[in-house]
């Protein structure tokens, strides 16, 4: 089956940097990866997702690339705010709507 | 945000009680899944639904039973619950059309077995 690391397991910066969360995945048929955000005491909700045709996606600060060839994924925030702090999910899925999620990232964004 | 809903929201029992939790949706959409969520294991899935009826085993179902009746409910069940069965519990919807599916989910039950 498929598995997806995830990485780093936490994050910290300053208010305006930029971070970077980083996935990889080990089924080739893998042609979807959505990204969660997970705010404190709530269920985990679709921030961006990128489909296997695409390389990158842009939304405002939000980010996304995938490396087919090299079957890793990232989510790039720019300008972080203190309201990006979260934990973030990877995930990949092929056709089988079962989808397989990495472990968390713990973004924490000091003002 | 999407229609669904868990009850209850927070729940103590004590080990070897039997528990249901539930998942509703309004949003009637085909699969429906039961997830839990430990520091350092992210989302684990526990059982899933493709249909009224239709459930199989996610990768952590040991000790969990689950069903489902309707389109709209999905319930999940810890037949004598045990100190390791505490966790934080999501339900989570996708549509099942189409190649791309995001999941959606619901805020959650957490539950402490004593």
């Known amino acids: 089956g498929e598995n997806v690391e995830q990485h780093p397991s936490t994050l910290s910066v300053q208010e305006g940097d930029s971070a970077v969360i980083k996935c990889t995945y080990s089924?080739?048929?893998?042609?979807?990866f959505p990204w969660y955000k997970q705010e404190l005491g709530k269920g985990p909700q679709l921030i961006i997702d990128?489909?296997?045709?695409?390389g990158e996606k842009k939304d405002q600060r939000i980010a996304v690339t995938l490396n087919k060839t090299a079957k890793h994924f990232s989510l790039h925030i720019t300008e972080t705010q203190p309201e990006d702090s979260a934990v973030y999910f990877c995930?990949?899925?092929?056709?089988?709507?079962?989808?397989?999620f990495g472990r968390g990232t713990s973004l924490i964004v000091h003002p | 945000d999407a229609g669904i809903t868990q009850s209850p929201r927070h729940k103590v029992t004590e080990t070897g009680t039997p528990v249901t939790l539930r998942c509703h949706q309004t949003?009637?959409?085909?699969?429906m899944y039961w997830y839990r969520q430990d520091p350092g294991h992210g989302l684990r899935l526990i059982h899933y639904?493709?249909?009224?009826?239709?459930?199989d085993k996610g990768e952590v179902s040991d000790g969990y039973s689950v069903s489902r009746s309707k389109t709209e409910d999905f319930l999940l069940t810890l037949e004598s619950a045990t100190s390791s069965q505490t966790s934080v519990y999501f339900c989570?919807?996708?549509?099942?059309?189409?190649?791309?599916?995001?999941?959606?989910f619901g805020p959650g039950t957490r539950l402490t077995v004593l």
């Open positions: 995930s990949a899925s092929g056709g089988s709507y079962i989808p397989t």
């Open positions: 089924d080739s048929a893998s042609n979807y």
């Open positions: 990128i489909r296997s045709n695409v």
């Open positions: 639904s493709y249909g009224v009826k239709d459930t």
């Open positions: 949003e009637n959409h085909r699969y």
């Open positions: 989570a919807i996708t549509p099942g059309t189409g190649s791309y599916n995001e999941q959606f």
